[in-house]
């Protein structure tokens, strides 16, 4: 089983983690947690680049980097994990290229399908999508010590990059569940755990 969760800034995917991990623990569900940027070796040297915000890079440059991090990511964790019919779930995947690069920098979904499609990721069998109103979000996030790349930027950007999950989250409404982040910590992780679990039951 492949699970990822997705969400912009703030909208309380560490806080989810948290709880799904002490859930599966005390219940005895083996799941593999990971994340994007940055679980393999090469990828946690390409997160740090891609969050100094003292780099400036073009969009693509941007794009490739996270590519090249999912590449390894595929290949030395999800994969190896899927072949062996271990539960996986990874913090951000697929869906966050569409959002950030593809609504957030405005890259073309033609250009990034041009890009994305040939290497042949897995798809995931559910994603979960944690929506948070974009100013709540931020203010949540700036509560953190420091800001990264991604972080500065502009509200608008990050307005695309809701509208972009939301989209996505309508367009492919059998994979991507939607749950409303201005809900209770409680509230948020009893809606995760019982769509995972039904999704594991009918595996
Ligand atoms: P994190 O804060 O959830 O660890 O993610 C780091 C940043 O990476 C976050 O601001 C979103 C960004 N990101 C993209 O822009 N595109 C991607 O494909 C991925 C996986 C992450």
Do not use: W
């Amino acid at each position: 089983m492949f699970i990822t969760l997705e969400g912009s800034e703030g909208a309380g995917k560490s806080t989810l983690i948290k709880n799904l991990k002490k859930y599966f623990i005390d219940n005895s569900i083996e799941f593999i947690f990971t994340k994007e940027p940055g679980s393999t070796e090469e990828g946690a040297e390409l997160r740090k680049l891609l969050l100094d915000k003292t780099i400036e890079l073009d969009p693509i440059s941007e794009t490739f980097l996270l590519l090249a991090d999912r590449i390894e990511h595929v290949r030395k964790i999800i994969h190896p994990a899927l072949e062996k019919n271990k539960n996986i779930l990874s913090d951000r995947y697929l869906d966050s290229t569409y959002a950030y690069q593809g609504a957030g920098r405005k890259i073309n979904k033609e250009d990034l399908d041009k890009f994305i499609k040939p290497l042949n990721f897995p798809e995931p069998d559910l994603t979960i999508y944690l929506d948070l109103p974009v100013e709540e979000g931020l203010m949540r996030a700036k509560d953190r010590d420091t800001l990264d790349r991604f972080e500065e930027e502009e509200i608008d950007f990050f307005e695309r990059i809701r509208d972009s999950y939301l989209k996505l989250a309508r367009e492919d409404s059998n994979r991507i569940v939607t749950i409303d982040s201005t809900n209770s910590e409680k509230e948020v992780f009893e809606l995760a755990k019982e769509c995972i679990e039904k999704k594991l039951n009918e595996s």
